[in-house]
């Protein structure tokens, strides 16, 4: 390990633990809600986890010089939106997956309709946190407003659940790498997308700042996919915390299946160039971490 | 039907009808979404409903003077809010419904696969709608803002969905009328309560002109539950297009349950006229509308 990737480790471990810190205030213990949905809600809140799109927030932000305190209630939000999504694509009618992380999944806990809720109550909160960028951190009302409309744009219909329902649909088999394609985007790339611009926008980035995230996130949510689909093949139970080869289990296809896996290897290597390259060619003042970040998840090996 | 009650229908289906034009248009066809997904939430958004909840949005921005063009995007909000909760409140894990208004339920047509993907794009949506409040029709951003954490907190875990999952794990049996209040007030008032308030707030109201829409709200909504309880076991299966005494059935318990239906109808009227009460001590200038939408629902037989 180099001083580099050795000094990224230790950024990245650092940033998840005040992310960490920051999920477990996110519900006040004074709130008035059934105990049952709120342990349902932490429960899968609080169950590991990487924490990078929130990492990735704070990044963004640092780049550009903006504010760690108003960020975190964004970084916040997409991993309170990202834990939504595993828990409904761990109900019966979609994964139907008993394990995550190595734990039970939500609704093997606390049954279908509380998981069903949590995950709806988890989606509304990230709203909820993220006005509060705004109003306990000053961030301004416009940035604020369009971080809303781009979460609400890239974790919807035209996005993450829209890749969610391609998956779904295309679970007989799909036909074409396009459609394999669209699914990853969709259900990976545009939550790091929102991330990475979220954290711009509170740091005040311009247009053309923002258009540089947007390619950076687009190349690096495809490369961790493909990454992951590989692991998936080759990682160890252990590690993944779920049946190696699970997805292969459910006919569903990955990156390898189409392209074989020393060119989906090489995919990686080449989005993650064209990632970087859209930061270095921009007028981002700091992007020596998100650089780094790119160079750490090529390579994970969980 | 005298002169003012009339007037008050003619308002109400004026209003409904300028709403449905809105809801055809909320999923623009030029979205690049899944063909299964886009039809699943358009079959709920476009099944029917009173529409009531957009009305008393559009109703509260009148009474203040505020736009109706900025106050649309927010009644379109709580509209989407209100048919995913019914889509989900559907889903077999919940309250296992086949039908609603007469139809299918969601499931039922597209799997509940889709169903719970289309209430979450729904919500996600919901979200969309209101910053386009500020981006399309100049509504003050600090106010788009306070309306997009009202509805997080008034749909969250604290609002609506806490009043679903206090139902459903209710179901047993509940022992106390306090907590079919509690369930009364978050699965019905709540989103009455954030209707009234965004309206006023598109229209620019003081915080004691919104106190007075949350006083109006939270006693309507509570008047329009117990109502629609003894609708339910006096109403007849056509006019509300699922069998009657369904929730009996499935053991839920009632206002007329607790403390009879004579009583029952007796607290409607006197929440409807706590409700006129709190809008005729206000400095809302122009409420007549408000007021006769109460009349209005404590009137109605289906």
């Given at each position: 390990m180099n001083n580099t990737s050795s000094n990224i480790h230790i950024y990245i471990a650092a940033h998840a633990e005040q992310v960490e810190t920051a999920l477990r205030q996110?519900?006040?213990?004074?709130?008035?809600?059934p105990s049952s949905l709120r342990e349902s809600m932490d429960y899968s809140l609080m169950a590991?986890?990487?924490r990078l799109r929130p990492i990735m927030v704070l990044a963004a932000a640092e780049a550009l010089g903006g504010s760690l305190e108003a960020a975190m209630p964004i970084a916040i939000a997409i991993e309170l939106v990202h834990t939504y999504s595993l828990v409904h694509d761990d109900l019966p009618a979609m994964d139907?997956?008993?394990?995550r992380r190595g734990k039970l999944t939500n609704h093997k806990v606390y049954g279908e309709a509380m998981a069903i809720l949590a995950g709806d109550a988890l989606l509304t909160h990230a709203f909820y946190s993220i006005t509060q960028a705004h109003k306990?951190?000053?961030?301004?009302a416009d940035r604020v407003l369009a971080i809303t409309e781009e979460l609400a744009v890239l974790a919807g219909a035209r996005g993450m659940v829209g890749g969610q329902a391609a998956d779904m649909l295309g679970?007989?088999?799909?036909?074409k790498l396009e459609e394999l394609t669209y699914i990853h985007t969709h259900k990976t790339s545009d939550l790091i997308v929102f991330s990475l611009r979220a954290g711009g926008h509170i740091a005040g980035a311009t247009d053309e700042q923002l258009e540089a995230l947007s390619k950076f996130g687009h190349a690096l949510g495809l490369a961790f996919q493909i990454q992951d689909d590989i692991l998936d093949i080759i990682g160890d139970e252990k590690k993944l915390g779920k049946p190696v080869k699970s997805d292969e289990k459910q006919m569903k296809v990955t990156f390898p299946y189409f392209i074989g896996m020393e060119a989906s290897e090489q995919r990686v290597h080449e989005l993650t160039q064209q990632a970087k390259d859209a930061l270095n060619h921009s007028?981002?003042?700091?992007p020596d971490r998100l650089l780094q970040i790119a160079d750490y998840l090529m390579k994970r090996d969980h």
């Amino acid at each position: 390990m180099n001083n580099t990737s050795s000094n990224i480790h230790i950024y990245i471990a650092a940033h998840a633990e005040q992310v960490e810190t920051a999920l477990r205030q996110t519900l006040p213990a004074a709130w008035d809600v059934p105990s049952s949905l709120r342990e349902s809600m932490d429960y899968s809140l609080m169950a590991g986890g990487k924490r990078l799109r929130p990492i990735m927030v704070l990044a963004a932000a640092e780049a550009l010089g903006g504010s760690l305190e108003a960020a975190m209630p964004i970084a916040i939000a997409i991993e309170l939106v990202h834990t939504y999504s595993l828990v409904h694509d761990d109900l019966p009618a979609m994964d139907n997956d008993d394990y995550r992380r190595g734990k039970l999944t939500n609704h093997k806990v606390y049954g279908e309709a509380m998981a069903i809720l949590a995950g709806d109550a988890l989606l509304t909160h990230a709203f909820y946190s993220i006005t509060q960028a705004h109003k306990k951190h000053g961030a301004q009302a416009d940035r604020v407003l369009a971080i809303t409309e781009e979460l609400a744009v890239l974790a919807g219909a035209r996005g993450m659940v829209g890749g969610q329902a391609a998956d779904m649909l295309g679970e007989q088999g799909l036909t074409k790498l396009e459609e394999l394609t669209y699914i990853h985007t969709h259900k990976t790339s545009d939550l790091i997308v929102f991330s990475l611009r979220a954290g711009g926008h509170i740091a005040g980035a311009t247009d053309e700042q923002l258009e540089a995230l947007s390619k950076f996130g687009h190349a690096l949510g495809l490369a961790f996919q493909i990454q992951d689909d590989i692991l998936d093949i080759i990682g160890d139970e252990k590690k993944l915390g779920k049946p190696v080869k699970s997805d292969e289990k459910q006919m569903k296809v990955t990156f390898p299946y189409f392209i074989g896996m020393e060119a989906s290897e090489q995919r990686v290597h080449e989005l993650t160039q064209q990632a970087k390259d859209a930061l270095n060619h921009s007028t981002i003042a700091n992007p020596d971490r998100l650089l780094q970040i790119a160079d750490y998840l090529m390579k994970r090996d969980h």
